[in-house]
């Protein structure tokens, strides 16, 4: 068994995953890989498990978080030292997972995160995701006092620390954003190192419009509650 295991989080993916996990193992052979298949309803297990991938398949949907946390409790049951998130749909470029791996051995954070924004890429969003990227920014820099610049970046690598942390309580809903400030509470550091992010290679993307407006409002509720609490504790603390 390697130290670092590879989640991958799949809904319905059938037409991507192989792909995605060929080009790992290709950029880091030296890794174990996980897919979740989330209640898929077409062919992802089975094409994953072809591809050379281990494979825990879910009878229900339970979204980003539940899957996700299956495989966190799974990187802590079987000990491994680090864990990578890793999306199905080849957005994410596994020519960086090696740099990111190493950042993570060196101690450079508890988290190691693949920004888009720390550096110039080539990556481009439209203006209102682009908005919306900026307030969440914004919202996690007051609840946690440093900026992340690429806070819905779901390409991150975390420390055994993390792992224990994320396989006992993992946000549901839209939790890459939650994440950060639940770091930032439990004193577990964050480091960003540019990373290249492509478009989705097949499939279709889950998060519609109405998704999209009910993500802003509930990981913006949450954040401000957090900073909110934050607040709490320091007036405490002068009194």
Request: charge should be neutral; glycine fraction near 6%.
């Amino acid at each position: 068994m390697n130290d670092a295991l590879v989640i991958i989080p799949a809904l319905n993916e059938e037409r991507s995953v192989a792909d995605v996990i060929r080009s790992i193992f290709s950029s880091a052979p030296n890794v174990d890989i996980v897919v979740i298949s989330d209640g898929s309803t077409d062919n992802t297990a089975n094409v994953a498990r072809n591809a050379g991938a281990q494979v825990i398949e879910l009878p229900v949907n339970l979204g980003i978080g539940g899957a996700m946390q299956t495989g966190y409790r799974y990187a802590f049951d079987k000990r491994y030292h680090f864990a990578v998130q890793i999306d199905a749909d080849g957005q994410h470029d596994p020519a960086d997972l090696p740099r990111l791996l190493d950042e993570a051995r060196q101690h450079h954070g508890d988290m190691v995160l693949g920004s888009r924004y720390v550096q110039k890429t080539a990556y481009r969003s439209s203006r209102s995701r682009r908005a919306g990227m900026i307030l969440l920014a914004t919202l996690v820099r007051m609840a946690v006092g440093y900026p992340i610049h690429d806070t819905t970046s779901g390409y991150r690598v975390v420390n055994d620390r993390v792992i224990r942390l994320f396989s006992e309580y993992y946000p549901i809903d839209y939790p890459e954003v939650e994440v950060l400030v639940l770091l930032h509470r439990h004193k577990l550091t964050i480091h960003e190192i540019p990373v290249e992010m492509k478009e989705r290679q097949a499939g279709v993307s889950s998060i519609t419009m109405f998704k999209s407006g009910y993500y802003m409002l509930k990981v913006s509720l949450a954040i401000l509650l957090e900073i909110l609490r934050k607040s709490g504790v320091k007036g405490e603390a002068r009194s």
